[in-house]
């Protein structure tokens, strides 16, 4: 079974430029998450897709940062414009189930950002 | 808010050593669950153990054992026979059982080291 796929790895930026991340998750699974891991920490939740809709948004900087999970597969997350305290490893996952919060996530490798 | 606290920033141990990592967190809930994943270098977190608050019983995975306190809302992982493979970071993560949409809540990780 394939994983969750993220695209790029590594990305380096100037602030105030743009960046797009990309997830692709475990087939089948409705749920997906992005998170942000800032050097030294844990990942912080910044939203939760389940299928193409929302269901928690409220730790995402909405005035830069941006997501879609259009047809409920491949999600996008988006930083516009970036600041130099967005660096950091951008981490995708996936799980199978709705409303069950025992359910294992799976995480893809993650996209290390840099804002210079 | 619930908060996640691993005082241990690095461990290390000896192969084939047992070493265990301290978690407590901070919560009104009685329902919750309670979770150790694994980062390696390579990034991909995956999950380690699980545990559910409502269960008296520790959970234990092949050389991967918790000591749940509910009371006290401790949450340690054990660790027996240490392998060079089980070199990372680890995070202790709590997920309300309300519903599917809550967060997860990571702490800030205990990075450990195995000696040959």
């Known amino acids: 079974e394939a994983g969750v796929a993220q695209s790029p790895r590594y990305k380096i930026i100037e602030k105030r430029q743009s960046v797009a991340f990309w997830c692709n998750p475990i087939?089948?699974?409705?749920?997906l998450y992005w998170y942000q891991q800032i050097l030294g920490q844990g990942p912080k939740l910044l939203i939760q897709?389940?299928?193409?809709?929302?269901?928690?948004d409220s730790q995402l900087p909405k005035d830069r940062f941006s997501a879609e999970r259009l047809k409920g597969v491949d999600s996008t997350l988006k930083i516009q414009p970036a600041k130099l305290e967005d660096s950091a490893v951008y981490l995708c996952?996936?799980?199978?189930?709705?409303?069950?919060?025992?359910?294992?996530?799976?995480f893809g490798p993650g996209t290390r950002l840099l804002v210079l | 808010a619930q908060t996640v606290t691993q005082s241990q920033p690095e461990m290390s141990v000896q192969e084939a050593e047992t070493v265990t990592l301290s978690c407590t967190y901070d919560?009104?809930?009685?329902?919750?669950?309670l979770f150790w994943y694994k980062q390696p270098p390579s990034r991909q977190m995956i999950l380690v153990i699980r545990q559910e608050a409502y269960k008296q019983q520790n959970a234990t995975e092949n050389r991967f054992s918790v000591n749940f306190q509910k009371a006290a809302k401790s949450f340690s992982l054990k660790i027996s026979d240490s392998q060079l493979g089980d070199a990372a970071m680890y995070f202790c993560a709590y997920r309300s059982a309300t519903s599917g949409n809550t967060p997860l809540v990571f702490g800030k990780g205990t990075r450990l080291s195995v000696i040959a």
């Open positions: 087939s089948g699974h409705a749920t």
């Open positions: 897709f389940q299928n193409n809709g929302v269901v928690d």
């Open positions: 996952a996936s799980s199978v189930g709705i409303w069950l919060p025992q359910e294992t996530q799976y």
């Open positions: 919560t009104s809930e009685s329902d919750y669950y």
